[in-house]
């Protein structure tokens, strides 16, 4: 079955260590998306990669790191720099030259520092 | 400033009837297209349906079909025959450019929508 996996659904931290969240598609999608989600609120995008060994910081990338060394993955890293990280993670991915470029969406992981 | 407005923070609507959720978009792209996804409690998002700015009717699938009045960049969905599954969060969804890329999409703050028995 294709589709997008996040792994583990629930993590969590403790201030100050940085946290890699995992985001892998078998769809052979080109494009990939992170969204954070924090409670009662819509989706604000992080980071977004069209390409393997290409990405752009989405609306709020400041604390988050990515990497896109496979057309599969594109894990994120949440730093210690980023001040509030406690929240839920969404990664996406669309067929980059198909349109209309509908997202799917992995099941999120829920981050909690404390 | 906003690009996707969601006016309606949450609504309640009996079992059977039709229900729209409201979206009004701002943009100055001729080319674009308008999503809406569906989050139940669960946490994913499931894509329900699309409309593309040069689309001349409105878009439909299954239950859903979205209400496209361009000259007032509104995109409403309309849910007929609601079921108590219905109940969840809906957003709408603006991406801009045309046809040659996959811009990235912007999310509205979503409509928590639940069904009365």
């Known amino acids: 079955d294709g589709g997008i996996t996040q792994s583990p659904k629930y993590l969590f931290r403790k201030e100050g260590q940085n946290v890699t969240l995992s985001c892998e598609q078998n769809?052979?999608?080109?494009?990939m998306y992170w969204y954070r989600q924090d409670p009662g609120q819509g989706l604000r995008l992080i980071y977004y990669?069209?390409?393997?060994?290409?990405?752009q910081k989405g609306d709020i990338a400041e604390g988050y790191s990515v990497s896109r060394e496979k057309k599969e993955s594109f894990p994120l890293t949440v730093t210690s720099a980023q001040k509030n990280p406690t929240a839920f993670y969404l990664c996406?991915?669309?067929?980059?030259?198909?349109?209309?470029?509908?997202?799917?969406f992995g099941p999120g992981t829920r981050l909690t520092v404390t | 400033a906003q690009k996707i407005t969601q006016t309606q923070p949450g609504m309640f609507v009996q079992e059977k009837e039709a229900v729209t959720l409201d979206c009004t978009y701002d943009?100055?792209?001729?080319?674009?297209?308008l999503f809406w996804y569906k989050q139940p409690s669960s946490g994913e998002m499931i894509f329900l349906i699309y409309?593309?700015?040069?689309?001349?009717q409105n878009a439909t699938e299954g239950r859903y079909s979205l209400n496209f009045q361009k000259a007032r960049k509104s995109a409403n969905l309309v849910i007929s025959a609601s079921q108590l599954g219905d109940s969840a969060m809906y957003f709408c969804?603006?991406?801009?450019?045309?046809?040659?890329?996959?811009?990235?999409?912007?999310f509205g703050s979503g409509t928590r929508l639940s069904i009365r028995p």
């Open positions: 409309q593309g700015s040069y689309d001349q």
């Open positions: 769809l052979n999608h080109d494009a």
């Open positions: 990669s069209q390409i393997v060994n290409d990405f």
């Open positions: 943009t100055s792209d001729p080319s674009y297209g």
């Open positions: 996406a991915s669309s067929i980059d030259r198909k349109f209309p470029y509908e997202q799917y």
């Open positions: 969804a603006m991406r801009e450019g045309g046809y040659s890329s996959a811009s990235k999409i912007i």
